[in-house]
Every structure is written in structure tokens, then in C-alpha cells.
């Protein structure tokens, strides 16, 4: 895990594979609410007609200077449950999202939403 203290300075930079392959860039974070760490990394792919946000797990992400290194493929992360440029990831979706890569789902007590944006 990497620390998340600057994490409006990281808005727009490049994330990167797990091989150094350019993904798209940083669009925003979002976090566990319980336990308020940066879980998953919302990031803007695609040109013109076809932009959308997909998510890449922040399990063992590193931070450099010009950009984020992400620990999956890009393939994988591409292939990822998404939403719209200007959409917001619904509490329904959480569960495929975590499922795409293989981690396990928990909501937080009383049910409420895992992940939140900043």
C-alpha cells in the first residue's frame, strides 16, 4: 500500500501496468469506507466517443514522480467493470468490481457503501 497524502497532486497523471504499459491517467481514488484507505484507483481510458473510467486495485500500487504503477495487466484492468466519464460507481456494481480481480467483497456495517470517491 502506498501512502495517500497528496492525492489531489496525482489528478490526471499517467497510470501505469504492472509491465510499465501506459493504462490512461488518474482520474480519482476511491476509498473503504470503513476502513478509510485508497482501495482502488478510478482511471480515464479511451478517446473522443469512447472515454469511460475504469477501476484498478491500489493493492501494492507504487507512486513515482510522473506516475502511478499499478500491480495488474492492462488487459485486465481495460476489461473492467466501468461508468461513464461523469458517472459515480453504484453500490450494486461493488461486488463485480471486486469479483473482476478476484478479491473478496465485504460491505461495511450495517450494509452501507464499501468504496467512496475523493
Do not use: C
Not at 16 to 23: I, N, P, Q, R
Not at 36 to 55: E, M, R, W
Not at 65 to 92: H, Q, R
Amino acid at each position: 500500500m502506498f501512502e495517500a497524502e497528496n492525492l489531489r497532486d496525482w489528478i490526471g497523471q499517467p497510470v501505469v501496468d504492472e509491465a510499465g504499459d501506459k493504462v490512461g491517467s488518474l482520474e480519482s481514488i476511491y476509498f473503504d469506507t470503513a476502513a478509510g484507505v485508497p482501495t482502488f484507483a478510478a482511471v480515464h481510458v479511451g478517446i473522443l466517443s469512447g472515454q469511460k473510467l475504469v477501476f484498478a486495485p491500489l493493492a501494492g500500487a507504487v507512486v513515482a514522480p510522473k506516475y502511478l504503477k499499478v500491480m495488474f495487466p492492462k488487459k485486465l484492468i481495460k476489461d473492467a467493470p466501468s461508468i461513464a466519464t461523469d458517472g459515480e460507481l453504484d453500490a450494486a456494481e461493488e461486488p463485480a468490481l471486486f469479483a473482476h480481480y478476484g478479491l473478496t467483497y465485504q460491505t461495511g456495517s450495517g450494509g452501507e457503501r464499501r468504496l467512496g470517491r475523493r
